[in-house]
């Protein structure tokens, strides 16, 4: 059977029916191995050559595990001061209203030095994508508590674990943008296994098509491992957060045409 | 008899060996070496025969180091 495999011969290019796209660089990413980061990075890629606007697309990096975003996506890219993503992509679709912009934040960026940004913009409905990285902790910087951390989650600024009488609720920022006016598409997505990988593509595709209709934002969470800093192995961050975060951020849509989808659809279930 | 064939090339100099592109593939054609890469990564290879190109390995895979074939073939 080797043999005859052997012969067989198929790895020709015109059999290739995937390969890494050259709107990724060929440099290899910084990012943890199994780290969410570079699969969202490949999607979002992906989505701008299939839709052919790579080169009408500004994209607008944020502070975090992702600040290099703009070294890795061959796009014009713009480094934002941390959280302020949103109010630059503001002025760069305001000024090129003809391009699309998207900002690409995790969640401390986004949810927690950036929430008035994040809020503000949503609330004023500009018409840019947001992609947010929700990995509930502050990766870069070593794992420390974020707003979106569990209750119950160990990070290394809550090490017996998030306490909620005293250090707070977690923040479901989507849940709250998807409330504004502003925020016409929110979707909450994940990319541990292939299916939710094509459907964060999907998702994104669909966030990029809005941008043509001047709808207001399109909002697309990304539930994400940081195995490193949840001090776990990649296959079991992915377990843990299929048992931990999906409860608390469950997957699937939650606001479509700017209609809040019914919380009973909005569990994803596959 | 046409039948659809699959094929996979592992960057494994680019691997990192995070394991997650084992269990989304149905037909457990990849398992880690045993080896190291020039980083001191355990890498991704193809242990048989059985890959019928569903792409799978490499869409799940953070670092894209996966390509992957298929063509329909002919066996008798
Ligand atoms: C003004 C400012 N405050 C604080 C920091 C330190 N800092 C860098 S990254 C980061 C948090 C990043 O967390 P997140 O946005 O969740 O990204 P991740 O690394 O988890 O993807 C912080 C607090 C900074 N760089 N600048
Ligand atoms: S620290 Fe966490 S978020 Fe950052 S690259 Fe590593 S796994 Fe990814
Ligand atoms: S393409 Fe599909 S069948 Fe082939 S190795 Fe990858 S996951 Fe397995
Ligand atoms: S998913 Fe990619 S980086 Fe991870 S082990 Fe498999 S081939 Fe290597
Ligand atoms: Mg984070």
């Known amino acids: 059977m080797e043999e005859q495999f052997e012969k067989i011969e198929i790895r020709k290019p015109e059999n290739i029916v995937y390969k890494k796209t050259d709107l990724l660089v060929d440099r290899p990413l910084s990012y943890c191995p199994g780290c969410g980061h570079g699969t969202v990075h490949r999607m979002l890629m992906e989505v701008l050559e299939e839709m052919n606007i790579y080169e009408k697309t500004i994209g607008v990096s944020p502070v975090g595990c992702s600040v290099l975003a703009y070294d890795f996506l061959n796009i014009d890219m713009i480094g934002a001061a941390h959280g302020r993503a949103p109010a630059v992509a503001t002025a760069v679709k305001r000024l090129w209203p003809d391009h699309f912009v998207f900002t690409y934040q995790g969640d401390g960026d986004l949810a927690a030095i950036g929430t008035a940004e994040t809020i503000h913009a949503c609330n004023r409905g500009e018409n840019f994508t947001i992609i947010f990285i929700n990995n509930g902790i502050y990766g870069m910087t070593g794992g420390q508590m974020a707003p979106t951390t569990l209750p119950g989650m160990r990070s290394s600024t809550s090490p017996y674990g998030r306490d909620v009488p005293t250090m707070g609720h977690p923040l479901k920022i989507t849940e709250l943008v998807a409330q504004l006016p502003g925020v016409h598409f929110v979707t909450r997505q994940a990319v541990h296994t292939p299916g939710n990988v094509r459907k964060t593509k999907k998702a994104l595709r669909k966030a990029f098509e809005l941008q043509k209709e001047n709808k207001g934002v399109a909002f697309v969470e990304v539930v994400s491992n940081c195995n490193s800093g949840w001090k776990m192995t990649p296959v079991q961050a992915n377990k843990w957060m299929e048992e931990h975060m999906f409860p608390f951020y469950p997957l699937g849509d939650i606001k479509v045409d700017g209609k809040l989808v019914e919380k009973k659809e909005m569990v994803d279930k596959e | ?76």
């Open chain 2, 1 to 76: 008899m046409a039948k659809i064939k699959g094929d996979i090339v592992i960057n494994t100099e680019r691997c990192k060996g995070c394991e997650v592109c084992i269990a989304a593939c149905p037909f457990t054609v990849i398992a880690m070496s045993k080896d190291v890469n020039s980083k001191g990564y355990h890498f991704a290879m193809k242990v048989n025969d059985e890959c019928t190109g569903c792409t799978n390995c490499a869409v799940v895979c953070p670092d894209g180091v996966i390509t992957v074939y298929r063509a329909k073939v002919t066996t008798e």
